[in-house]
T-cell receptor, first 113, second 112 residues
Framework: NAGVTQTPKFQVLKTGQSMTLQCAQD?????MYWYRQDPGMGLRLIYY???????DKGEVPNGYNVSRLNKREFSLRLESAAPSQTSVYFC????????????FGSGTRLTVV | KNQVEQSPQSLIILEGKNCTLQ??????????LRWYKQDTGRGPVSLTI?????NTKSNGRYTATLDADTKQSSLHITASQLSDSASYIC???????????FGKGTRLSVIA
């Protein structure tokens, strides 16, 4: 049982380049989330999808777009990467409302130069 | 504004000693409170989840307490081990489909 799988694990981008972070879960969870984690800032929500077909902005959505491709997959796209987007990105999933907790992926470390 | 504050920011203890981490929150309404452990370079992993009616919950050497009246929680680690070195994050969920509110974490270092 893989849980939440994120790809890639590491990525270096040049300013202005675009890329998509992939996330897939095999727990039949309805809700999925994208967070970024910066030193001293804790986890901040970028976007979330409460259920298949819906997406909502979180605390720090600017510069990002998301797609809930199906129930299993939730991708995060950076259209024009900026150095301020250098961070560790975590995908998570949960049952509706997160009653039984979130399951996190192992993270993607992104550096924008 | 819904907030979760944790203290201390960092802590160093000797192997075998006990320690207690604190969490204060202003999230309302309150549904449940969770403690996560995050090893360096890994995603957070759930330790405990407590609802409004629960005062204490244990998971091995980890014991979480909750006082919903004062909006405070603590995580007590007994007989610490080197593998306990990690960040411990307090997270509060209010209700419905609204996302969780995360604290910034306490960085614990256990040394031999």
């Amino acid at each position: 049982n893989a849980g939440v799988t994120q790809t890639p694990k590491f990525q270096v981008l040049k300013t202005g380049q675009s890329m998509t972070l992939q996330c897939a879960q095999d727990m039949n969870h309805n809700s999925m989330y994208w967070y970024r984690q910066d030193p001293g800032m804790g986890l901040r929500l970028i976007y979330y999808s409460a259920s298949e077909g819906t997406t909502d902005k979180g605390e720090v959505p600017n510069g990002y777009n998301v797609s809930r491709l199906n129930k299993r997959e939730f991708s995060l796209r950076l259209e024009s990467a900026a150095p301020s987007q250098t961070s560790v990105y975590f995908c998570a999933s949960s049952d509706t409302g997160g009653t039984h907790g979130y399951t996190f992926g192992s993270g993607t470390r992104l550096t924008v130069v | 504004k819904n907030q979760v504050e944790q203290s201390p920011q960092s802590l160093i203890i000797l192997e075998g000693k006990n320690c207690t981490l604190q969490c204060n929150y202003t999230v309302s309404p309150f549904s449940n409170l969770r403690w996560y452990k995050q090893d360096t370079g890994r995603g957070p992993v759930s330790l405990t989840i407590m609802t409004f009616s629960e005062n204490t919950k244990s998971n091995g050497r980890y014991t979480a307490t909750l006082d919903a009246d004062t909006k405070q929680s603590s995580l007590h680690i007994t007989a610490s081990q080197l593998s306990d070195s990690a960040s411990y994050i307090c997270v509060v969920w209010n209700s419905g489909n609204t996302p969780l509110v995360f604290g910034k974490g306490t960085r614990l270092s256990v040394i031999a």
